[in-house]
Structures are given as C-alpha cells and as structure tokens.
C-alpha cells in the first residue's frame, strides 16, 4: 500500500488552519473553508440540540395514553418546530455544509472553494434563518406541522409568516452551497484529477449540489406564495378565496422529494469512503456508485406524487407516480450492492466509524424497503398518515442520513482537530445509538400497520406497549448522544495528538498535517491514479510529501 505524507521541512509548517490567526474577529470575517465548515458544526449542531430536546418532550408525552405533560396545542407546535428544525435546519445542511466545506476542497486538491465569501455568505444566511425560525418559535406559536399545508396555514393564528420566511432565507443558504460546490468540482480540480479519480464523497455532495441548485427555488417561491396569501389575501391555495390547495402540495412535494436526497446523497458519499477505507479494499464498482448518485438527483424530480396518492390526484398520475417511485430505488439498490460486495473478503476493522457505517446499512436498507411497500398504491392508501410513515422516514433521515454524518464525524474528526478520541467510548456511543433508534422506531411500523395515527397527542390503550418500547428506546438513542457529544468534545482540546493518516486512508486529505495547514497544500499536487487503488501512488512524489 502506498500513501502520501506531507513533510515538514521549515518551522512555520506547524501552523495550522486553527491557530494562523486567533480572536473572534478572525473567525467571524474568514475565508478559509475550514474554519466556515466549523462555524457550520457548532451552529447546526446547536439546532440539532433544539430538535432533539423536543423529540425528548414530545416521546415522554406519549409514553401514556392520556396527557401527561403538555396541552394537545403545546404537543401540536412542539412536533411541528421538531419537523422545522431537523430537516431545514439540520438534516439538509448538516453534511454538505460540515463535512463538505472541510472536506471536499482538500479531496480535490484545491487550497479552497471557487467562492470563499459566497461560503462565508452562506452561513450568515444559515444563521439570520435560523435566529428568524428561534424568533417566531418564542414570539408566538406555529402548529401547521412542517410542510405548512393549506388552507390551515393560510387561516390559523400565529407566527407563521415569520416560520415560512425563515425557510425561505435558509433556501438561499442552501442555494449558495450548492453553486460553490458545483463550481469549485468543475473547476479546481488538481492536475491529473479527472471525474473518474474523483473520491465518491465529491460524486455525492456534486449530486446534492445539482439538486439543491434545481429543486430549492421552487421551494422558495412556493413559500413567497404562501405568505403573500395569508398577509393579502390573494387566492392562490385557500379554495374559500378561489385558490387550490392540492396545488400547494404539488409545489412543496416538488422540492421536498428531492430534498430526501439532498439529505441522503451525501451521507451514501461518506459511506463509500469509510467501507473502502476500514474494508482496506478498492471499491467495487466505482462507476456504477457515481452514476447511480447523477442518476438518483434527475430521477428524484419525477417522485414528489408519490406523497399525494390520497390527495385526489389523477389515477393516471398516481400510475405513474408509483412506477417512477420503484424506479428510483433501483440505483440506491446499486449502491447498497457495491458497498457489500466491497467488503466480501475485506480485511474489515472495526473502528467507531465502521460501527455507523454497518449502522447506516441496517437501517437504511430498511428505511429503503419500506419505501417500496409505500409506493405499492393499494399499501399506501392503508399506510398514509400512520405511524407507519414516522418511522419509514426517519429510518430513511436518522437512519441513514444521520448515522452516515456520524459516522463521517468520527471519521474526519482526528483531521478537523488533530486529536483523537476515546475509541472504547465511540463505541459505546455507536451500540447505544444502533440499540436505541431502533427500539425508538421500529415500533412505530407495528402500530402504524394497525392503524395509529402519526400526529395524535392520544391514542387507544391497545398501543401503550409500543409507546412505552418507543419512549424508553428514546432514553437510551439520547444516552449514545450524549456520550458520542461528550467523548468529540473532550477530543477537541485533551486527546491524543492525532496522526496524520490514523486510518490508512487513501483520499488527499489524509496526506496532509492534522489539522490542515492555511492554504491546504504548500503546492497544488499532481494526481497519477484515483483514491481507492491501494496499490498505487495516489500523486507524483515531491508535490505533496515524500511517499510511503
């Protein structure tokens, strides 16, 4: 096996993006990828705190049939601001916005994005859109649920102009990421980095930037509508003023769907990176997993009807609709197939990423199925709006979206900081998450095949069982949370020294000092093969380091 080192050779070279320069100031006003990736993981991470402490409430609620600790109007806004946070303000930012920014310029040899102040933009964008949503949560009161349907959104009470523009500015953040992304891939790319050497995390987040670049402006003017609706009464969703509601769903779900992938494409980018590196293989079929990211973004525009079988839509439509839903699974099936056929007779290590990673593909795998029960039209008219759809789609987001973050947390970890964590304790963190999630979830399957409701602040008795197993699976996902929080925490400052390459990973960013220096590279590296041939050089000698 051959890696590349980065050598220092004068005394300056231990400066580091972390300490070149230090004052709140300097990280405020930077331009350096890296430290805008930071500013990214503590203020998403933040949010992700919020969302999480509601889904604490909201499960502790449930955990008997009757109240227990909230008004039925108090359990309607908290699950609505859960759903708002986690997926507009954490789920879809989360990797592209963290582990991109750090990430995806190095992988490719570039010393920084194409559009460092759009990057720096970008977050302020995150975080005006974040205090607005934070404002109208105290201010008053939103329990629309997150897609914001009408005509209750355009009629009910509450501050929920302030919530639908709040989305609509961190549209905007999401719309700058995507373009800096596309441009940096297609144009900073190192001598000697074609398509095809690319790693498949950049093939990932470049599909995710396509789609965020194509999808969110119809997120954006649908919501401009809705708010011009309820603040002037133009009839353009509400019927009592001539508009169309399902209209509405038709806009929303348009975006929405392909949201899914903005969300899931990334993390399947991470995942190929951590089975290669801890299978100690080449990937298997490294065309086929690229292809399959581009071919998921266009096939993810034709889906969105599938959320709308009972909505009253055309028969025809609903055919369609069901076929194309079944079609899009098959290059997520491709994927989920190479990345098992790339650890068959791996040299496979266990390390706290791996453990997310066979994590993600238990629970993804499931997450994906139970997708295909749902776009069967006769299942998912007995399904829609059950429990059954909760725990579908947050094995697809949390399951898969969510366990890939983490585990490319971990992974990337010792290269953000330049310090190791506690194994013993990551794993730990990663059996009580895997234990805990799914005995949050998998419940909910049961109760929704019998019928419970989702969005029900009481239930029959009959359901308490699955409840209760829910609630207390809650406890314990929190507990994994709280250690896997704690253990990174204590690694930023108290750790071991981190090696430069404690993986044996093969991609550019491991060839260089943890942390990274400033500018990336002391000189723009020649690329000879791609990341994942382990028996190769990965670049000319002299260009980054001596070679190994």
Not at 54 to 74: K, S, V
Not at 237 to 259: E, I, N, R, T
Not at 284 to 296: M, T
Not at 316 to 329: E, N, Q
């Amino acid at each position: 096996m051959s890696t590349g080192t980065y050598t220092a050779e004068h005394p300056e070279d231990s400066v580091n993006y972390l300490n070149v320069s230090s004052g709140l100031k300097s990280w405020l006003f930077t331009l350096d990828h890296k430290r805008i990736g930071v500013l990214y993981l503590f203020s998403i991470m933040a949010m992700f705190l919020f969302g999480g402490i509601l889904a604490m409430l909201m499960r502790f609620e449930l955990l008997g049939p009757g109240a227990e600790l909230m008004t039925a109007d108090t359990y309607n806004r908290m699950f609505t601001l859960h759903g708002a946070i986690m997926i507009f303000m954490f789920i879809i930012p989360s990797v592209p916005a963290i582990l991109g920014n750090f990430a995806l310029p190095i992988q490719i040899g570039a010393k920084d994005v194409a559009f460092p102040r759009l990057n720096l933009a970008s977050w302020y964008v995150y975080v005006t859109g974040s205090g607005l949503a934070l404002y109208a949560i105290i201010a008053g009161s939103v329990d629309t649920g997150w897609t914001f349907y009408t005509p209750y959104s355009t009629q009910v009470t509450g501050s929920v102009i302030a919530m639908v523009f709040a989305v609509f500015i961190l549209g905007f953040s999401s719309i700058f990421t995507g373009i800096n992304f596309i441009a940096t891939i297609h144009k900073l790319r190192a001598p000697g980095m074609t398509w095809y050497k690319m790693p498949l995390f950049v093939w990932g987040i470049y599909a995710t930037g396509v789609i965020q670049v194509l999808a969110t402006p119809v997120l954006g003017i649908t919501l401009i509508l809705l708010i011009l609706e309820r603040a002037f009464g133009i009839g353009i969703f509400d019927p009592s003023m001539g508009g169309d509601p399902v209209l509405f769903q038709h806009f929303f779900w348009f975006y929405s769907h392909p949201a899914v992938y903005i969300m899931i494409l990334p993390g399947m980018g991470i995942i190929s990176e951590l089975i290669s590196t801890f299978s100690h293989r080449k990937i298997f079929g490294y065309k086929a997993i690229a292809y399959s990211s581009i071919a998921i973004a266009f096939l993810s525009f034709g889906v969105w009807g599938h959320h709308m079988f009972v909505s009253g839509q055309s028969q025809y439509a609903t055919l369609v609709f069901s076929f194309l839903t079944f079609l899009v699974a098959i290059p997520s099936g491709i994927k989920v197939f190479n990345w098992v056929s790339t650890m068959y007779k791996g040299a496979i290590t266990f390390e706290t990423p791996m453990l997310f990673t066979l994590t993600f593909l238990f629970t993804f795998t499931i997450g994906g199925l139970t997708g295909i029960f749902l776009g069967s039209t006769a299942v998912d008219v007995h399904l829609t709006d059950t429990y059954f759809i909760v725990a579908h789609f947050h094995y697809v987001m949390m399951g898969g979206t969510i366990m890939a973050f983490f585990g490319g947390l971990y992974y990337w970890w010792p290269k953000i900081w330049g310090r190791m964590y506690s194994e013993i304790w990551g794993k730990i963190s990663a059996l009580l998450v895997f234990v805990g999630f799914n005995l949050t979830f998998f419940p909910m399957f049961v109760m929704g095949a019998q019928g419970m409701p989702r969005r029900y602040f009481l239930y029959p008795e009959k359901y308490q069982i699955e409840h209760v197993l829910s609630t207390g699976g809650s406890w314990i996902l929190a507990a994994g949370l709280l250690i896997m929080a704690l253990n990174l925490i204590h690694a930023m400052k108290w750790g071991p020294k981190a090696e430069k390459n404690p993986w044996g990973a093969l991609t550019l960013e491991w060839m260089i000092d943890s942390p990274p220096p400033p500018h990336n590279f002391k000189e723009t590296p020649e690329i000879e093969h791609g990341p994942y041939d382990h028996d190769k050089v990965l670049v000319k000698p002299g260009k980054v380091g001596a070679t190994t």
